[in-house]
């Protein structure tokens, strides 16, 4: 059974940093491609980064670039989400999702039950 575990939410004021992570267990993780969705309130789910196997392909949506990091460990099973510079549109529940795949348009992971429970993050302006 795959578990993922985020953490490291929480409130924090507008510039500010927060750092996210997921702890991946029941799953071969260093050959799983991981990422980070969040949900902001009355909003689809919406893609924010991806990074493959070995970290050697990393891709971010848009408004994060330059300001947000994804890293994975794969001795530790984690992967993990430095924010920088938060703005209160960052505002959302952050999901760590596991096994992802490109569907043509967007990423998803290949099994429906691949992901965390979310962990809410809120900028203050």
Not at 41 to 59: C, D, H, L, M, Q
Not at 66 to 88: C, E, H, W, Y
Not at 113 to 118: E, H, L, S
Request: charged share 20%; proline share 2%.
């Amino acid at each position: 059974q795959v578990q993922l575990i985020e953490s490291g939410g929480g409130l924090v004021q507008a510039g500010g940093s927060l750092r996210l992570s997921c702890a991946a267990s029941g799953l071969t993780f260093s050959r799983s491609v991981m990422g980070w969705f969040r949900q902001a309130p009355g909003k689809e789910r919406e893609f924010v980064a991806v990074i493959s196997w070995t970290s050697g392909n990393i891709y971010y949506t848009d408004s994060v670039k330059g300001r947000f990091t994804i890293s994975r460990d794969n001795a530790k099973n984690t992967v993990d989400l430095q924010m920088n510079s938060l703005k209160p549109e960052d505002t959302a529940i952050y999901y760590c999702a596991a096994d992802l795949v490109w569907g043509g348009s967007r990423w998803a992971p290949r099994i429906d039950d691949y992901w965390g429970q979310g962990t809410q993050v809120t900028v203050s302006s």
